[in-house]
């Protein structure tokens, strides 16, 4: 399979619904089960045996086959932190300092590996995506 033929196959099998990143956000439904930072994303997934780094899932990122739920950018104002529930008056993807990734499809800046003013999050559901993802580049 081809790059392209790859990224078909997982969008035809895992669509994900428009805005699911902001909507989970701003429903509250990740108390239970919180998202996870890149570095704790990665070290989740090589306790169970996957084969992964920060920058693999960046590069699978701008390939359009795994993205993270959303992104934030640290603002460069003194502002109150992102909080998950979302606090009145403090929603960052209004703000702009959020943004949700969740969509394989939809085309959004992906910042540089080595850049500290962005942060993203996964799900620990996200697992078996990644694991398609990554037998799928098994040669």
Same mark, same amino acid.
């Given at each position: ?12 099998? !895992?669509?994900?619904?428009?805005? $699911? ?8 439904? *990740?108390? %239970?089960?919180? *998202? ?11 306790? +169970?045996?996957?084969?992964?780094? $920060?920058?693999? *899932?960046?590069?699978?990122?701008? *390939?359009?086959?795994?993205?993270? /739920? @959303? +992104? ?9 932190? @992102?909080? /998950? ?16 990734? $969740?969509? !394989?499809?939809?085309?959004? %800046?992906?910042?540089? !590996? ?5 942060? $993203?999050?996964?799900?620990? @559901?996200?697992?078996?995506? !990644? ?9």
């Amino acid at each position: 399979m081809n790059k392209e033929q790859i990224k078909e196959s997982v969008n035809n099998l !895992l669509t994900t619904p428009l805005n $699911a990143g902001r909507a989970i956000v701003e429903s509250e439904a *990740l108390i %239970a089960c919180p *998202l996870l930072g890149t570095n704790k994303f990665v070290r989740f997934c090589r306790d +169970r045996g996957f084969s992964i780094d $920060a920058e693999r *899932l960046t590069r699978f990122e701008r *390939l359009g086959m795994f993205n993270p /739920i @959303f +992104r934030v950018k640290i603002p460069n104002e003194d502002t109150a932190p @992102f909080y /998950i529930p979302i606090r009145n008056g403090n929603n960052w993807f209004k703000k702009g300092w959020a943004t949700d990734t $969740a969509d !394989l499809n939809k085309a959004y %800046a992906i910042p540089d !590996l080595n850049n500290q003013d962005h942060e $993203a999050y996964y799900s620990i @559901f996200q697992i078996d995506h !990644l694991s398609i993802v990554l037998s799928s580049m098994i040669i």
